[in-house]
């Protein structure tokens, strides 16, 4: 979509108007027949025809180029009026610096900077808005760290707020505790498991150690063992 023809200070030459919405040229785009377009008009024409809108030559998105230079240059140089001309600015300057003109301009409506607030404002009066913005926030003059937002504002009470962060901490806590017994226990129980195996596997080994004990001494039919029955009678 161009640029609105009545916008523009003194005569525009018919070679800088978009064939399509006969409106200064927006972003420009040059079919071979030299006919020139807005980049989205000769787009969205181009979805449905396969010719220049103009004179019907054959035309497809890969032969369109870039506006010869002194086109171009003529273009940049036009003078217009802000956008914003209804709501009071006076601004008029060339096509090539409108854009960054019309992003800083004051009378161009822009957001409230308060996340949440609705409100769409003019950019001159931002500030006064934001004096009385029901989004605007403010820490709590008691101290106790909350930061207020202006509609809650009546309704805040820094002790209820304590301490619904108490139980929400006494709670997170609580959580913590319960999972490091949890963990403990069972790090305790394969440990006692552990142990109890190794205290088989040992039993096993003494149980063995005193079968070949007593099969040495029979076998042995070694003196000492007799040498004692000996010395007790
Ligand atoms: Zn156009
Ligand atoms: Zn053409
Ligand atoms: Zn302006
Ligand atoms: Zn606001
Ligand atoms: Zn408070």
């Known amino acids: 979509m161009g640029y609105d023809i009545e916008r523009f200070v003194g005569y525009v030459n018919e070679g800088l108007l978009c064939c399509i919405c006969r409106d200064v040229l927006e972003d420009p785009l040059q079919a071979p027949c030299e006919h020139a377009f807005c980049t989205a008009c000769i787009h969205g024409w181009l979805v449905h025809h396969n010719n220049c809108p103009e004179d019907r030559q ?39 610096s409108i854009d960054r003109h019309e992003r800083e301009c004051e009378y161009s409506q822009i957001p409230c900077s308060n996340a949440g607030c609705p409100v769409q404002i003019e950019r001159r009066n931002l500030d006064s808005h934001l004096a009385v913005c029901e989004y605007r926030s403010r820490e709590c003059p008691n101290g106790c760290g909350y930061t207020i937002l202006r509609a809650e504002d009546t309704q805040h009470n820094c002790v209820a707020e304590l301490r619904t962060e108490l139980e929400l901490l006494r709670s997170e806590m609580i959580c913590r505790v319960e999972e490091a017994k949890h963990e403990m226990e069972s790090r305790l129980d394969s440990q006692r498991r552990h142990m109890v195996q190794k205290e088989s596997l040992l039993q096993n080994e003494i149980e063995e150690l005193k079968y070949r004990t007593k099969r040495k001494t029979r076998q042995g039919g070694d003196g000492s063992a007799v040498m004692r029955m000996w010395t007790w009678t």
């Open 58 to 96: 054959a035309l497809d998105m890969s032969v369109l180029r870039h506006l010869y230079r002194y086109m171009k240059n003529d273009l940049n140089r036009l003078q217009l009026h802000c956008k914003n001309g209804e709501r009071g600015c006076e601004m008029v300057c060339s096509l090539e």
